[in-house]
């Protein structure tokens, strides 16, 4: 890391600011070439904002007045040098100055480096990192959360003790296996210490699960036989005509998602193909999605035509969705031919009476929706485990049950020892500390440029 980075750090396009961002060992001395301001930026403090102008060094054209922010390593977000240009938000102009900087000896970031570049540096440790891209692609207010919550170090604050315990473990096992004589080992002293570890991982894989709803939401399909009125439910509850609605049964024949956030938790609707036996090639194609949506269902809403009796496709999809939470809506209260009502079908879960078109009966349904959620813990009180960390701590799991075998197998220490530094390593990875570079890039790999 001995050259010196620069990128535009704000979204691409007309915006009143631009924030232009230089970081290395050289950022200083290059943004100096630049920039002209009564002071030398070298005796410039660290984190204080001077006023200036930037200037083309080559014809001291005077090309736009600015805020330049001078940040001096360690005390960065990279750790290193960093010079932060605020500029009007030109694209133009931000291109110009870029192309600038370049010219004077700085080279374009790579998606992710400048936050590479503060974990290389120990800034923060790869979980963190990562809660960084959770932030900026946060879609709801507790995802938001759960991110920062891992920012914060939650999960690094849960996972360093338990990679200490096992250094612990592991100095002791080592020392048993060089002075046999001196170092007594006992089998069910070690057992009980990684049982110990176990459960703690155990109980941090619940974070798993809902992590995963408050980042991606929850998984709420639609549901029911054609023309019950699943795609106008659709549309009342997202406020927008957002699936095509008509009186001929089939009309949706693939899967139409769209997110409402009910106590800023996302709650993902699926419009769904409704589910009869049919020829039609398109339709089946279809009904299978609507199979599978519901699935990977957190919650179903079953939606019923009061105006019917119910029909075998009716008891077929109550038999596909019997073990999901769900809601049944009984739809089309507004018409006088009603065949339906809530003492026909609150055997099979909690009912809510609905019309799609009056829009009686939805506040009802959103409400029963919020009581399903209420389980649910705040973001603040769950350690965050993305889909990474859930697989390494089920494998660091995994490691330490084989060792446990090997403890009641009453097998050699030093096989048990391998075993334990496995589940070491492994626990590692999440933090960083011992994932190879292939993971490392992969990780930074998903951020934007710029950050």
């Known amino acids: 890391m001995d050259d010196t980075i620069v990128a535009l750090s704000t979204p691409y396009g007309e915006s009143g600011i631009g924030v232009i961002r230089l970081s290395g060992p050289a950022s200083i001395e290059i943004a100096q070439k630049v920039f002209k301001s009564k002071k030398n930026l070298r005796d410039v403090p660290s984190h204080k904002a001077i006023f200036g102008y930037i200037v083309n060094p080559k014809t001291e054209e005077l090309l736009d007045e600015c805020l330049l922010l001078v940040m001096r390593?360690?005390?960065?977000?990279?750790?290193?040098?960093?010079?932060?240009?605020?500029?009007?938000?030109?694209?133009?102009?931000?291109?110009?100055?870029?192309?600038?900087?370049?010219?004077?000896?700085?080279?374009?970031?790579?998606?992710?480096e400048f936050t590479k570049r503060a974990f290389l540096n120990g800034k923060l440790d790869l979980s963190r990192a990562e809660a960084i891209i959770d932030i900026i692609q946060a879609k709801s207010e507790a995802g938001l959360k759960s991110a920062f919550t891992q920012l914060q170090g939650r999960l690094s604050s849960e996972i360093k003790p338990l990679m200490e315990n096992l250094k612990d473990l592991i100095?002791?096992?080592?020392?048993?296996?060089?002075?046999?004589?001196?170092?007594?080992?006992?089998?069910?002293?070690?057992?009980?210490?990684?049982?110990?570890?176990?459960?703690?991982?155990?109980?941090?894989?619940?974070?798993?699960?809902?992590?995963?709803?408050?980042?991606?939401?929850?998984?709420?399909?639609?549901?029911?036989?054609?023309?019950?009125g699943k795609s106008s439910l659709l549309n009342i509850l997202l406020g927008e005509e957002r699936a095509i609605v008509t009186p001929i049964p089939g009309t949706t024949r693939d899967t139409i998602t769209e997110s409402i956030s009910i106590d800023g938790i996302p709650l993902i609707l699926i419009d769904t193909a409704g589910i009869r036996e049919t020829q039609d090639l398109v339709e089946s194609i279809?009904?299978?999605?609507?199979?599978?949506?519901?699935?990977?269902?957190?919650?179903?809403?079953?939606?019923?035509?009061?105006?019917?009796?119910?029909?075998?496709?009716?008891?077929?999809?109550?038999?596909?969705?019997?073990?999901?939470?769900?809601?049944?809506?009984?739809n089309k209260i507004d018409l006088a031919n009603r065949l339906l009502y809530v003492k026909d079908l609150e055997m099979y879960g909690p009912v809510v009476e609905v019309s799609c078109v009056t829009g009686e009966g939805i506040d009802r349904l959103r409400?029963?929706?919020?009581?399903?959620?209420?389980?649910?813990?705040?973001?603040?009180?769950?350690?965050?485990?993305?889909?990474?960390?859930?697989?390494?701590?089920?494998?660091?799991?995994?490691?330490?049950?084989?060792?446990?075998?090997?403890?009641?197998?009453?097998?050699?220490?030093?096989?048990?020892a391998g075993e334990v530094w496995e589940s070491y390593n492994i626990l590692g990875e999440i933090t960083g500390e011992t994932t190879s570079i292939d993971i490392v890039e992969e990780i930074f790999s998903r951020f934007c440029v710029g950050k």
């Not at 030109?90 to 080279?107: D, F, N, Q, T, Y």
């Not at 599978?292 to 019923?304: G, L, T, Y």
């Not at 209420?374 to 490691?399: Q, T, Y």
């Open 73 to 112: 390593g360690p005390h960065s977000y990279t750790g290193e040098d960093t010079v932060e240009f605020y500029v009007h938000g030109s694209p133009v102009l931000e291109e110009l100055i870029i192309k600038l900087l370049m010219e004077l000896g700085a080279r374009l970031a790579l998606p992710g």
């Open 171 to 228: 100095a002791e096992l080592e020392a048993g296996i060089d002075f046999p004589e001196e170092v007594e080992l006992s089998y069910e002293s070690i057992g009980e210490r990684i049982s110990s570890i176990i459960e703690r991982l155990n109980n941090l894989l619940g974070g798993a699960y809902f992590t995963r709803l408050y980042r991606k939401g929850i998984y709420c399909p639609i549901v029911g036989r054609p023309n019950v």
């Open 286 to 330: 279809g009904v299978n999605r609507t199979i599978s949506s519901i699935e990977n269902a957190d919650i179903v809403i079953w939606v019923v035509d009061v105006s019917e009796p119910l029909r075998e496709e009716d008891l077929e999809i109550e038999k596909i969705t019997r073990d999901k939470k769900r809601i049944i809506a009984l």
């Open 367 to 416: 409400l029963k929706l919020k009581e399903l959620l209420v389980g649910i813990p705040s973001p603040e009180l769950v350690v965050p485990i993305n889909v990474r960390h859930e697989a390494l701590i089920k494998r660091c799991i995994n490691r330490l049950l084989t060792a446990l075998e090997g403890i009641n197998a009453k097998l050699p220490i030093d096989i048990i």
